[in-house]
């Protein structure tokens, strides 16, 4: 099993900056991929960006140019680094681990507790 914690939530006014991290421990032989998805009320939870152990991303196109993913293998941690923060962000984010096989990214096995991030002036 694989645990995942995450932390760097918050409320911050449209245009700000908030950086999100996401630590992993437990069986960690058994991933060597990394992501962050968002839920947003009534909406489906959607992919925001991935990162293999190699340094692969992934991004949706609603974040690029606006959010980077990073990781840091020694820590096992992952983080979301999220510029130009608009309304249409708010959502709960949730960290994910999973594979990272021939170009594609798969999750859903793993999954934090989710953390809040509201963007409102």
């Known amino acids: 099993q694989v645990q995942l914690v995450e932390s760097g939530g918050g409320l911050v006014q449209p245009g700000g900056s908030l950086r999100l991290s996401c630590a992993a421990s437990g069986s960690i032989f058994s991933i060597n991929a990394m992501g962050w998805y968002r839920q947003a009320p009534g909406k489906q939870r959607e992919l925001v960006a991935s990162?293999?152990?190699?340094?692969?991303?992934n991004y949706a196109d609603s974040v690029k140019g606006r959010f980077t993913i990073s990781r840091d293998n020694a820590k096992n941690t992952v983080y979301l680094r999220m510029n130009s923060l608009k309304p249409e962000d708010t959502a709960v984010y949730y960290c994910?681990?999973?594979?990272?096989?021939?170009?594609?990214?798969?999750?859903?096995?793993?999954w934090g507790q989710g953390t809040q991030v509201t963007v409102s002036s």
């Open positions: 994910t681990a999973g594979k990272y096989i021939s170009g594609s990214f798969y999750f859903g096995n793993y």
């Open positions: 990162i293999s152990s190699g340094g692969s991303t």
